[in-house]
């Protein structure tokens, strides 16, 4: 199974700062690799796709970059409604896997 | 836009069989493209793909669960559901159905608890 790192495992930031979540897979994924939000009681929601596209209707200071085995989330202003739990996912190979998980939380 | 609402007991005792239903609506199941898909994630910790089936009915399932699951489609009420045999505590989670794209990921639901317990 491809093992997924995600670091860190939780932030503190406050509105308006710039905010970076890494990615690692255990092996290449080429772009095969989306990112997801989730707040409390509720489903993850897409935020980005094959490594760097937007999902419609995502605010554009989400972005995402990087292939092969290293990944980044960046949220460039951080806004109130953005403190969730980050995930990312790597559809390269079965089984599908997620990373543990990056809890954003208020500073 | 995409639908996916989880539906089932919330209960099941050990030994006996968990059986969900998702039930997809803006979309057709009968569709080729999406992989019609089961999460799982344990109260606190992380997520745990279960797996999926086409809409040919071809299901893939992850190999650590593949003995005690079966996954399948009833494209007359454009649903999809999971049946997993012989629970124990440690299948207590929050499952989810999801609408899953290989290339872009994809749609979820909202998800619900299932604890086993007697």
């Known amino acids: 199974d491809i093992q997924m790192t995600q670091s860190p495992s939780s932030l503190s930031a406050g509105v308006g700062d710039r905010v970076t979540i890494t990615c690692r897979a255990s092996?290449?994924?080429?772009?095969?690799l989306h990112w997801y939000q989730q707040k409390p009681g509720k489903g993850p929601k897409l935020l980005i796709y094959?490594?760097?596209t937007l999902q419609s209707g995502v605010p554009s200071r989400f972005s995402g970059s990087g292939s092969g085995t290293d990944f980044t989330l960046t949220i460039s202003s951080l806004q109130p409604e953005d403190f969730a739990t980050y995930y990312c996912?790597?559809?390269?190979?079965?089984?599908?896997?997620f990373g543990l998980g990056t809890a954003v939380e208020i500073k | 836009q995409v639908q996916l609402q989880e539906s089932g007991p919330r209960l099941v005792k050990p030994s006996q069989t968990l059986t969900l239903t998702c039930t997809v609506s803006g979309a057709s199941i009968r569709s080729g493209g999406p992989y019609w898909s089961w999460i799982r994630q344990v109260p606190g910790k992380g997520l745990e793909w279960i797996g999926y089936i086409y809409y040919s009915g071809s299901p893939y399932y992850n190999p650590s669960l593949t003995s005690r699951l079966t996954m399948s489609l009833d494209t007359s009420k454009n649903q999809f559901s999971l049946r997993l045999t012989s629970v124990t505590a440690a299948d207590t989670a929050v499952y989810y159905c999801?609408?899953?794209?290989?290339?872009?990921?994809?749609?979820w639901g909202q998800g619900t608890l299932v604890t086993v317990s007697s």
């Open positions: 999801a609408r899953l794209v290989l290339c872009c990921g994809g749609d």
């Open positions: 996912q790597q559809s390269y190979s079965i089984p599908w896997t």
């Open positions: 094959a490594a760097s």
């Open positions: 092996q290449s994924i080429t772009t095969y």
